[in-house]
């Protein structure tokens, strides 16, 4: 899609794409080798208990297995893994 050639500048290129220059150079990081092995015990903890929502995934974190993490990382981390508690939802009418 974007190409370093001669005919038009790199800065041109995005702008005809609609797309600002800094997204060229992004190289994404990846997750950490630690955030596996949490997500690791997540998956463990939700197949064992798939009503647990992160609040209470996060007490099981920290006292069971003695991992020091707050609850929005649990949630981040349950974002990326596509899972969340499993509880009655509202009927709707």
């Known amino acids: 899609m974007i190409e370093k050639h001669d005919l ?3 800065s041109k290129q995005c702008e005809l794409l609609n797309i ?3 997204s060229y ?3 994404p990081i ?3 080798e630690h955030d596996k092995q949490t997500m690791d015990l ?3 903890i ?3 208990h798939p009503f647990y929502g992160n609040r209470r995934i996060k007490v099981e974190l920290n ?3 003695h ?3 707050g609850r929005d990382k649990v949630r981040t981390l349950m974002d990326i893994m596509g899972i969340q508690a499993l509880y009655p939802k509202k009927i709707s009418a």
């Open 8 to 10: 038009l500048t790199l």
């Open 42 to 44: 997540i998956d463990e």
């Open 46 to 48: 939700y197949t064992a």
């Open 25 to 27: 150079y992004y190289e």
């Open 20 to 22: 600002p220059r800094s």
């Open 67 to 69: 991992i020091p993490i």
């Open 30 to 32: 990846g997750i950490s």
């Open 63 to 65: 006292e069971t297995h």
